[in-house]
């Protein structure tokens, strides 16, 4: 079983910035593809970043390209997710989500791979 914990969300001005954080628990977290989706109110949960066992591959959605980073630190069982240039249609709940892939290069995007999520943090952008 994995447990997900994000943080770091909150109301920023748009322009602004925020570092989310998801802690997971489990030995085997270097082996889990890490993800983080959004969704806003009323639309469906959406992919925004990806990153593989070690953190050399990353995958973003064209709408975060540039603008968000994600990044992991396996010693501290964490995946963080740098947004900056927020937009008001960034306003959302992240969630963070483990896929326990079996090749280490391996990122996917696809909602359904990914077996286990947070509670979600709630990202405000106001104009």
């Known amino acids: 079983q994995v447990q997900l914990v994000e943080s770091g969300g909150g109301l920023v001005q748009a322009g602004g910035s925020l570092r989310l954080s998801c802690a997971a628990s489990?030995?085997?977290?270097?082996?889990?593809?890490m993800g983080w989706f959004r969704q806003a109110p009323g639309k469906e949960r959406e992919f925004v970043a990806a990153?593989?066992?070690?953190?050399?591959?990353?995958d973003y959605a064209d709408s975060v390209k540039g603008r968000f980073t994600i990044s992991r630190d396996n010693a501290k069982n964490t995946v963080y997710l740098q947004v900056n240039s927020l937009k008001p249609d960034d306003t959302a709940v992240y969630y963070c989500?483990?896929?326990?892939?079996?090749?280490?290069?391996?990122?996917?995007?696809?909602?359904?791979?990914?077996?286990?999520w947070g509670q979600g943090t709630q990202v405000t952008v106001s104009s």
């Open positions: 489990g030995r085997t977290f270097s082996s889990y593809v």
């Open positions: 990153i593989n066992w070690s953190g050399s591959s990353t």
């Open positions: 989500a483990a896929h326990i892939a079996s090749s280490s290069n391996y990122v996917t995007r696809i909602r359904g791979q990914y077996l286990y």
